[in-house]
């Protein structure tokens, strides 16, 4: 496989994975385009490690196990930028 078209293909299920995980989590996400990509990547080769790991090479699991694991990357996102966002900032002048 040619390498351009292979990171071409990886962007686009990255894509994918990380719009339909954000999706599947209901509520306002702070993530852009290129999060969302990083964020189905990374879903894409957690799911597929442990697939291959736990039950071979079943394709559909590790699709199924990479949408859990960019829901579980959004909310993680989304619960580390809200508490940062809900900091109280005092003023020095007090």
């Known amino acids: 496989m040619d390498p351009v078209a292979?990171?071409?293909g990886v962007l686009l299920n990255g894509l994918v994975v990380g719009a339909?995980?954000?999706l599947l989590l209901p509520g306002r996400d702070p993530i852009g385009l290129p999060l969302t990509?990083?964020?189905?990547?990374?879903a894409s080769m957690m799911g597929?490690?442990?697939a291959y790991l736990i039950f071979g090479e079943a394709e559909w699991?590790?699709?199924a196990?990479?949408?859990?694991?960019?829901v579980a990357l959004v909310y993680l996102i989304r619960t580390v930028r809200g508490a940062r966002d809900e900091?109280?900032?005092?003023?020095?002048?007090d």
């Not at 990509?37 to 990374?42: D, H, K, R, S």
């Not at 196990?65 to 960019?70: K, Q």
């Not at 900091?87 to 002048?93: H, M, N």
């Open 6 to 8: 292979f990171v071409i």
């Open 20 to 22: 339909i995980g954000r």
């Open 37 to 42: 990509i990083l964020v189905g990547v990374v």
């Open 48 to 50: 597929g490690a442990v």
């Open 61 to 63: 699991v590790g699709l």
């Open 65 to 70: 196990l990479a949408f859990g694991c960019a």
């Open 87 to 93: 900091r109280v900032v005092l003023d020095p002048g």
